[in-house]
């Protein structure tokens, strides 16, 4: 199978482009073909961090590297009841030796793993688990309900998208911080207000938030303690997070009903993946950047 395959931590030049065997799988165990996956800056992380590292902070050193994905189960092995070859699932491969930047990955069946939903298409699916489900745990750890005043640092990125439309969901009143650029993206998503951080600092306002939601861990707690309410709270993705199964179907829940959708910034090949790294690698994406394995699935509806 084709594959992208990094043989030692560095720079996005050492990503190369090769044909690998199909992983393979086992008792419990299902193998999908994968018609779309992402770049994400924890990818681009672990590119560069040397596997005796990535091994002290909890991280599965991977050759083949990729985190979330969406296709269809292809094969399954024994002891497999929940799955049935020509289903659509999307999902992270936690823990597991190759990850989605190749054209086939095995999964557990009891994995991080869940359906599709009908009428949405794989190339809407493979951004959601990471971003989602980070923007889900975090804004559910910070409390967030109806008739709150919430503050999403970092508005505009993957995690940050979704968070303005879950908070949204919530019922919360939701402002969101980006640049100016971005702005507009970020009040069609759901903000009632936004703030360009490159002219206003909003640790310095008057305005007072219920919740503080750091998605790109850049403030320390302390910076915020003058913007949040009585009982406010902070948090932020620096704080390493456990994924569960749970949390996967609740925003495959929030996908089907359309509460949120995939901001997608821009579609790369997969033989093109060194570009696509060099690209989040800038710190400038809007929402996700997309990977697809063939001409096929390049048929994304997103500007």
Not at 125 to 131: F, H, L, R
Not at 145 to 150: E, L, S
Not at 267 to 286: N, P, S, T, W
Request: net charge neutral.
């Amino acid at each position: 199978m084709k594959a992208v395959v990094l043989e030692r931590a560095g720079s996005a030049d050492r990503l190369m482009f090769a044909e690998i065997p199909k992983p393979s799988f086992g008792p419990g165990e299902v193998l999908i073909r994968v018609h779309a996956t992402t770049v994400t800056r924890g990818d681009v992380v672990l590119r560069k961090m040397p596997k005796t590292i990535a091994r002290l902070v909890g991280e599965t050193p991977k050759s083949v590297l990729g985190h979330e994905f969406a296709g269809e189960i292809v094969a399954s092995g024994a002891d497999v009841d929940d799955w049935r070859v020509g289903d659509r699932v999307f999902g992270t491969t936690s823990a597991r030796p190759q990850g989605s930047h190749a054209e086939y990955v095995s999964m557990p069946g009891k994995g991080i793993l869940a359906t599709i939903p009908v009428g949405i298409e794989y190339d809407e699916a493979a951004p959601i688990p990471v971003g989602a489900m980070t923007a889900l745990h975090f804004l559910l750890k910070g409390g967030t309900r109806a008739g709150h005043r919430v503050l999403i640092n970092g508005a505009s990125g993957s995690v940050g998208t979704y968070a303005v439309q879950i908070a949204k969901g919530l019922g919360a009143h939701v402002t969101g911080v980006s640049s100016a650029a971005n702005m507009d993206l970020v009040a069609s998503l759901g903000a009632g207000e936004t703030i360009d951080y490159q002219t206003h600092d909003f640790t310095k306002g008057s305005q007072r938030y219920d919740l503080v939601f750091d998605t790109v861990a850049k403030l320390a707690p302390k910076s915020v303690t003058d913007v949040l309410s009585e009982q406010g709270s902070f948090v932020s993705t620096r704080s390493r997070r456990k994924e569960t199964i749970e949390e996967l179907l609740l925003v495959r829940d929030l996908l089907m009903r359309r509460v949120i959708w995939a901001v997608i910034d821009r579609c790369f090949a997969l033989e093109d993946l060194q570009e696509a790294h060099r690209y989040v690698e800038l710190g400038r994406k809007r929402g996700n950047v997309l990977v697809t394995m063939t001409e096929g699935d390049r048929d994304f509806r997103y500007t």
